[in-house]
């Protein structure tokens, strides 16, 4: 038969085994915890990089394209009665399409003129313009 003591002994050992299970357990979430931090925030800078070096990117893009629509438009300006080679096409859509929106905007005023109609009468059915229709 087993004594008293010797039942003291295994619950001994079995809550020393227990405590070392559990200090291992809480070593392991600790080490895994830190690990799982150093990797988001690894995460968090590369995704923070990538955002940055794509919004510079894209300022860099819509720069361009303002700087060639102002090459386009200073080419235009001075070349548009003798352009040259594969610029003649181009030059004469863009002549052709002011020639449209002026005889637009001509029936537009027509229009307004014609009523006795404001501009706070149109108002609302204009198109939203940006500043980059000032033509």
Not at 7 to 12: D, S
Not at 89 to 109: G, N, S
Request: proline share 1%; net charge negative; glycine share 4%.
């Amino acid at each position: 038969m087993t004594s008293i003591d010797d039942l003291k002994k295994i619950a001994k050992e079995a809550f020393e085994t227990l405590g070392d299970a559990t200090k291992e357990a809480v070593n392991t979430i600790a080490d895994v915890s830190t690990e799982a931090y150093r990797i988001a925030e690894e995460k968090a800078k590369a995704a923070a990089k990538w955002t940055k070096l794509n919004t510079e990117s894209a300022r860099d893009k819509a720069l361009i394209r303002r700087l060639h629509s102002e090459i386009g438009e200073i080419y235009y300006g001075k070349h548009k009665d003798d352009p040259t080679g594969s610029l003649q096409q181009h030059c004469d859509d863009i002549t052709d399409a002011l020639d449209r929106i002026a005889a637009r905007q001509k029936e537009l005023d027509d229009l307004k003129n014609s009523g006795g109609y404001t501009d706070a009468d149109f108002k609302e059915h204009e198109p939203i313009q940006d500043e980059d229709d000032e033509l």
